[in-house]
């Protein structure tokens, strides 16, 4: 049953819908002299000269699985907080984790997790739309700030703000609740939970990711995480609908990682 259920999610996972649309324009990729997709070609830039972020983006494997995959030392955890996260490694505890109950995933793991999103741009508003869970968040670039408040509840993927640093969109998140994992090992954080994200294109192909996590309840000092994220294989690529089904989508997420795609 299991393998069956991998196979299903695999093929929704990797096919995109383009075959109910007609008259679908052909996407203006680069391509080298042969006329092949040039992976290496330097980022889009929008009429004003920003970096271009838009597009479908694919996350790579094993974030999802466990956010400190690259830290020798896992998460800087204190004390009381490294006894919770090794009871929730130790899989005891997995009913509890919220997208077996079909809850919202956090940032950033709603970026990790083995699902493509995409990224729409605006001058004043950056919008991320992800497959998985039919989720979505916005990030204001209008020069506005997040002003904590008694009477403003905390939310799943709490209040962002952006500014371009160079060629480097950052992401400021904060006001994040409580209720999130950042990953199935059982990573958490608590609703102190601070999180800038910075977002480089460094080719056509592929944006550059790093965030850096701040929870001065849960870890002894800030950490960092940085990997590339891809471009999705094919440039027409739509985001799917998808459903979430309690448990059956721990089931089908416990131990698989999709290829990239790319």
């Known amino acids: 049953m299991r393998t069956l259920l991998q196979l299903v999610l695999m093929v929704f996972l990797s096919t995109t819908v383009i075959a109910q649309w007609a008259n679908v324009p052909t996407p203006q990729i680069p391509r080298t002299p042969d006329g092949k997709p040039n992976l290496s070609a330097p980022a889009p830039r929008l009429p004003d000269g920003t970096p271009d972020l838009s597009g479908v983006w694919s996350p790579p494997m094993g974030y999802s699985r466990d956010l400190t995959r690259d830290?020798?030392?896992?998460?800087?955890?204190?004390?009381?907080?490294?006894?919770?996260?090794?009871?929730?490694?130790?899989?005891?505890?997995?009913?509890?984790?919220?997208?077996?109950?079909?809850?919202?995933?956090?940032?950033?793991?709603?970026?990790?997790?083995?699902?493509?999103?995409?990224?729409?741009?605006?001058?004043?508003?950056?919008?991320?739309?992800?497959?998985?869970?039919?989720l979505w968040w916005q990030a204001f670039s209008d020069g506005r700030r997040f002003v904590p408040h008694p009477d403003v509840a905390p939310t799943w993927h709490g209040y962002s703000t952006a500014k371009w640093d160079g060629d480097t969109l950052v992401v400021d998140v904060t006001g994040l609740n409580d209720q999130t994992w950042f990953d199935r090992a059982g990573n958490f954080h608590s609703d102190a939970l601070h999180v800038v994200e910075r977002y480089t294109r460094t080719s056509a192909d592929v944006l550059s990711y790093e965030a850096t996590i701040e929870d001065p309840n849960v870890f002894s000092r800030p950490w960092t995480i940085n990997m590339p994220l891809y471009r999705h294989i094919d440039p027409g690529a739509q985001i799917l609908e998808f459903k979430c089904v309690p448990f059956v989508e721990e089931l089908l997420y416990k131990d698989l990682e999709l290829p990239q795609q790319r």
């Open 71 to 134: 830290l020798k030392e896992g998460a800087p955890f204190q004390p009381w907080a490294k006894a919770l996260y090794d009871e929730r490694a130790s899989g005891s505890l997995w009913k509890e984790e919220p997208d077996a109950n079909c809850l919202p995933q956090g940032v950033p793991k709603v970026l990790l997790v083995p699902a493509v999103w995409r990224i729409v741009q605006t001058p004043k508003i950056v919008f991320f739309v992800h497959e998985a869970f039919n």
